[in-house]
T-cell receptor
């Protein structure tokens, strides 16, 4: 049964502590993404990765870090530098279709599939 | 800058009534368009998508959406709403050549008996 798992579903931390959120997928997708969701603001991209050992910052990367050591896994660390870490965090994955043009390869991502999310509360 | 607008923050409909959720985007070319649904405390589920071709696309759970280039819109519709459709709905766009999705702020749907 293929899909994306995120653990834990609820996470509580004290202010000043780093915390790592897990995301695993068995869809054989190359690309993975982390989003933050706050009420009334939709989803905002934190980091994304198109290939193992490579990742790029999204719109709100400050105070977060990621790693991509395995294709299946894309953990997110919320550091103490993140000013407002309490939020709902969503992980997603997608296929990346590569087209080779005159300048090399160009990546296109198709629809994203989402995990169930982790609600982080920092007090 | 690319943006996605969902002008309705909250919509309430009666069970069995028809539904239309609005989505407008700003982008020079035709983007890839998506509608997702999210139940409380859950992840997002893809309802439907538009890449090219027929501008009326069918999705899961009886939903459909129509792409109108002249209005830069991709509105979601359902002819008869069920109580289980109560959720939050997100419109998203992906620009050709880009990696990421841009999401609207969502429309929360309430269904009353």
């Amino acid at each position: 049964d293929g899909g994306i798992t995120q653990s834990p579903k609820y996470l509580f931390r004290k202010e000043g502590q780093n915390v790592t959120l897990s995301c695993e997928q068995n869809l054989n997708h190359d690309a993975m993404y982390w989003y933050r969701q706050d009420p009334g603001q939709g989803l905002r991209l934190i980091y994304y990765s198109q290939i193992v050992n490579d990742f790029q910052k999204g719109d709100i990367a400050e105070g977060y870090s990621v790693s991509r050591e395995k294709k299946e896994s894309f953990p997110l660390t919320v550091t103490s530098a993140q000013k407002n870490p309490t939020a709902f965090y969503l992980c997603a994955s997608s296929i990346v279709a590569v087209q080779r043009g005159a300048r090399g390869s160009l990546g296109h991502s198709y629809e994203q599939y989402f995990g169930p999310g982790t609600r982080l509360t920092v007090t | 800058a690319q943006s996605v607008t969902q002008p309705d923050i909250h919509i309430t409909v009666s069970e069995g009534a028809s539904l239309e959720l609005r989505c407008n985007y700003s982008y020079g070319a035709t983007p890839y368009l998506f509608w997702y649904v999210q139940s409380p405390g859950q992840g997002l589920q893809l309802l439907l998508k538009y890449f090219s071709g027929d501008t009326l696309v069918q999705g899961i759970k009886g939903f459909e959406a129509e792409f109108k280039r002249s209005q830069s819109s991709f509105n979601l519709r359902k002819p008869s709403v069920h109580w289980s459709d109560a959720a939050e709905y997100f419109c998203a766009v992906r620009k050709t050549g880009a990696n990421n999705l841009f999401f609207g702020t969502g429309t929360r749907l309430t269904v009353i008996p």
